[in-house]
Every structure is written in structure tokens, then in C-alpha cells.
């Protein structure tokens, strides 16, 4: 598969795609003899990976050291295990954020709804129920 293949694919742009594997976020990709890329299925796997942990918000130097770790075989299984086992924990607490904003976002919302309908801005009606501060507009 070449280059403008696998970015269209998986939305992402060639400069972003040669990165990846410059810095190592990729393996390196399988090459013609005329030495263009050609996309294998397992370098398509490691793109999807990539593509997939970068658009969760992982940081590189995560996906990085995760490839090295691959790269040095089964003896670092556990310490790959324990890696993704980090990186959720953080996407976890990530999620966890978000949904404190969409409930905050969702009572302010249901705030101004009324007072569209029944022309008073009134904060008093209840608390978003979010650890945050008194509401205000």
C-alpha cells in the first residue's frame, strides 16, 4: 500500500506519517527496491495503533518506547503490558474530566434552556452536582 494510501486511511498526513517512523512510533516500513514505501499488513497494524493511542491524546515518547520494547522481543512483554496499563490509567482519568465538563455543560445548558423559555436567568435552581465553584453565567 503506498504512502498516499495509508494516510488517506487513517486521516493523517504523509509529513505526520514519515514522522512516526523517523522518531520511531512506527517500526520502520518495509521499502521497494527502488526505495519507496510500501505499506505491509503489519505496518498498517502499526500505523492503526498509532494513529488510534495519538488521537486519544498518548504522548509520542509513550508510543516510542513501546515500539523499542517490542523491537527487543518477548522478554519485555510485562513491561509492554505495564506501559499500556499506565497509559490507561491516564486516558481514564482524561475520560473522567471530560464527563465533569459535559455535566457542568449539560446543567448550564438546562439553565439557560429555561430561561429561554421563561425569560429569567435564575443559577439558583439546583447545582450541576460537579466539584466546582457557585454558578455563574
Not at 519485555?76 to 481514564?92: G, N, V
Not at 465533569?100 to 439557560?112: F, H, P, Q, R, T
Request: glycine share 8%.
Amino acid at each position: 500500500m503506498t504512502i498516499k494510501e495509508v494516510c488517506s486511511r487513517f486521516g493523517i498526513s504523509p509529513d505526520t506519517l514519515r514522522y512516526y517512523e523517523r522518531v520511531g512510533v512506527i517500526p520502520e516500513v518495509h521499502r521497494t527496491a527502488g526505495g519507496i514505501r510500501d505499506y505491509t499488513e503489519e505496518d498498517i497494524g502499526w500505523v492503526e495503533t498509532a494513529a488510534c493511542f495519538r488521537s486519544a491524546g498518548m504522548p509520542i515518547d509513550l508510543l516510542v518506547e513501546y515500539v523499542r520494547l517490542y523491537k527487543e522481543g518477548s522478554s519485555t512483554i510485562s513491561a509492554r503490558c505495564e506501559l499500556l496499563k499506565q497509559a490507561r490509567a491516564h486516558l481514564l482519568a482524561e475520560q473522567q474530566k471530560c464527563k465533569e465538563a459535559l455535566k457542568k455543560m449539560n446543567y448550564k445548558i438546562s439553565v439557560y434552556e429555561k430561561a429561554v423559555e421563561t425569560g429569567v436567568l435564575d443559577w439558583n435552581n439546583g447545582a450541576c452536582g460537579c466539584p466546582c465553584s457557585a454558578e455563574q453565567e
